[in-house]
């Protein structure tokens, strides 16, 4: 079964960065493409970052030079580094797995994990 868990989120002043985690489970992490994604109220959820298995990295244009992903094979973990943040980062942020690259670009998945808050606000 698989199962992803999401870290390191929280309150954090315009200007500032925050590192997310995502650990994943239940499957062999370096066969599969990860995705970041995010969901503000009131909104849809939207493709933030995707690295794929050999680590070819896509951004969405709101966060390109500001977010980096990264993925440690060994750990099973991808990483989502996010600097000079803003208001309109304000999310729920969520990872997601799949080994086909086109079900990451369209979000194709049965499953979602809890999510990590984060606020950017003064």
């Known amino acids: 079964q698989v199962q992803l868990v999401e870290s390191g989120g929280g309150l954090v002043q315009p200007g500032g960065s925050l590192r997310l985690s995502c650990a994943a489970s239940?499957?062999?992490?370096?066969?599969?493409?990860m995705g970041w994604y995010r969901q503000a109220p009131g909104k849809q959820r939207e493709l933030v970052a995707a690295?794929?298995?050999?680590?070819?990295?896509k951004y969405a244009d709101s966060v390109k030079g500001r977010f980096t992903i990264s993925r440690d094979n060994a750990k099973n973990t991808v990483y989502l580094q996010m600097n000079s943040l803003k208001p309109e980062d304000t999310a729920v942020y969520y990872c997601?797995?799949?080994?086909?690259?086109?079900?990451?670009?369209?979000?194709?998945?049965?499953?979602w994990g809890q999510g990590t808050q984060v606020t950017v606000s003064s």
């Open positions: 239940g499957i062999i992490f370096s066969a599969n493409a």
């Open positions: 997601n797995a799949d080994i086909f690259w086109s079900r990451i670009l369209e979000q194709s998945f049965a499953s």
């Open positions: 690295i794929t298995q050999s680590s070819n990295t």
